[in-house]
């Protein structure tokens, strides 16, 4: 009982040097095939690194021209008879750009509101209800050296209204029971 209770434990020790052993006993030269994927792997930071780049200046700018909060502004207009609320607007702008940044405003909803509060349950649900979408068409496409994601970020963006519209369905449900 003790072995399976702290099993979590050893597991990646037991990986980490269980692999390499297995693979020394089947005749791979472990050190050889550990550099070239290495060298691999800093040739794929090398290819996406133009793409991170582009993806932060323009969140950066995004949020700095004013232009997150003049978007969260007219959404809530547009979605204050659904009653959804306005402090939840910025994490759904932000998500499908910055999942840091729209963290940052889930983290701030609950440093406010608090964590088991109806917004702070919301919020949460409303931060793991999709991905960023700008991010992984971005980094995911620009690393395999796919350039034509014409209908990809439309295929990506309703996928991220659905689920926010998934998460907005769910805190009703449990908030309100019905």
């Not at 434990?9 to 070239?36: N, Q, S």
């Not at 323009?58 to 547009?78: N, T």
């Amino acid at each position: 009982m003790f072995f399976l209770a702290n099993l979590g434990m050893y597991v990646f020790p037991i990986i980490l040097i269980g692999v390499p052993l297995y693979a020394w006993v089947k005749g791979v030269p472990v050190y050889e095939t550990f550099v070239k994927g290495a060298e691999e792997g800093l040739q794929v930071v090398i290819n996406t690194l133009p793409y991170l780049v582009a993806i932060f200046v323009g969140i950066s700018c995004f949020r700095g021209s004013g232009a997150l909060d003049l978007v969260s502004r007219y959404m809530g207009r547009l979605l204050k008879p659904l009653g959804i609320p306005s402090e939840v607007l910025p994490i759904i702008v932000t998500r499908p750009i910055s999942g840091s940044g729209s963290l940052g405003v889930t983290g701030e909803i609950l440093r406010v509101h608090g964590p088991d509060t109806s917004l702070g349950l919301l919020a949460s649900i409303l931060q793991g209800a999709t991905d960023t979408s700008f991010y992984v068409v971005t980094i995911y496409f620009g690393s395999v050296g796919i350039r034509k994601t014409k209908h990809a970020l439309p295929a990506c963006l309703i996928g991220d209204l659905c689920g926010f519209l998934t998460g907005f369905i769910i805190w009703r449900l449990m908030v309100y029971g019905r």
